[in-house]
T-cell receptor
Framework: TQLLEQSPQFLSIQEGENLTVYCNSS?????LQWYRQEPGEGPVLLVT?????EVKKLKRLTFQFGDARKDSSLHITAAQPGDTGLYLC?????????FGTGTSLTVIP | NAGVTQTPKFQVLKTGQSMTLQCAQD?????MYWYRQDPGMGLRLIYY???????DKGEVPNGYNVSRLNKREFSLRLESAAPSQTSVYFC??????????????FGPGTRLTVL
């Protein structure tokens, strides 16, 4: 059983559309991170959120940490083909990171 | 400055064979991790080393052993490979374990197939 569940698992959209990816858990995390992974490479950190209710923006990407620090969302505005990749959330609990199941995003030109 | 390097990049084993995956870092970080990535499962932690001289089990340690050779190097050994260990293996590092803003840096991965 995965500690963090992401939805949707797969997403295929047209360039210019908006989308939201969700990361949910029944556990409380001290922080939550979002990574993006391209084929054949390791994940790369996009953002870390720490405080319940926190919202962070990275250009067209908006990240939110749930008030209870159990869930998070990633919203992309006006998606571009360069946003294509696997998006992973990861929660920090003690000395370990627990990764979500991943959302594979394809943006069609 | 390579960050995190992993060898080999690809490996095919027969059931029962053994092998060691190597990971090295040049960022002088204290903590090192081994993950496996399977479709639909995200990354799962196999073992980690909070600092030189210490190792601890993660979520899925069965069938694996690790050695923190020094601050730079952390190896993962499969003593008797099984088809269920077919996966992509990632090594990661961070300045320390825990902490709110602890960023993990990942290597390029080793793609292992066990026949």
């Amino acid at each position: 059983t995965q500690l963090l569940e992401q939805s949707p698992q797969f997403l295929s959209i047209q360039e210019g559309e908006n989308l939201t990816v969700y990361c949910n858990s029944s556990s409380v995390f001290s922080s939550l991170q979002w990574y993006r992974q391209e084929p054949g490479e390791g994940p790369v950190l996009l953002v870390t959120v720490v405080t319940g209710g926190e919202v962070k923006k990275l250009k067209r990407l908006t990240f939110q940490f749930g008030d209870a620090r159990k869930d998070s969302s990633l919203h992309i505005t006006a998606a571009q083909p360069g946003d294509t990749g696997l998006y992973l959330c990861a929660g920090s609990l003690g000395n370990q990171f627990y990764f979500g199941t991943g959302t594979s995003l394809t943006v069609i030109p | 400055n390579a960050g995190v390097t992993q060898t080999p990049k690809f490996q095919v084993l027969k059931t029962g064979q053994s092998m060691t995956l190597q990971c090295a870092q040049d960022m002088n970080h204290n903590s090192m991790y081994w993950y496996r990535q399977d479709p639909g499962m995200g990354l799962r932690l196999i073992y980690y080393s909070a600092s030189e001289g210490t190792t601890d089990k993660g979520e899925v340690p069965n069938g694996y052993n690790v050695s923190r050779l020094n601050k730079r190097e952390f190896s993962l050994r499969l003593e008797s490979a099984a088809p269920s260990q077919t996966s992509v293996y990632f090594c990661a590092i961070s300045e320390s374990t825990g902490g709110s803003y602890n960023e993990q840096f990942f290597g390029p991965g080793t793609r292992l197939t066990v026949l």
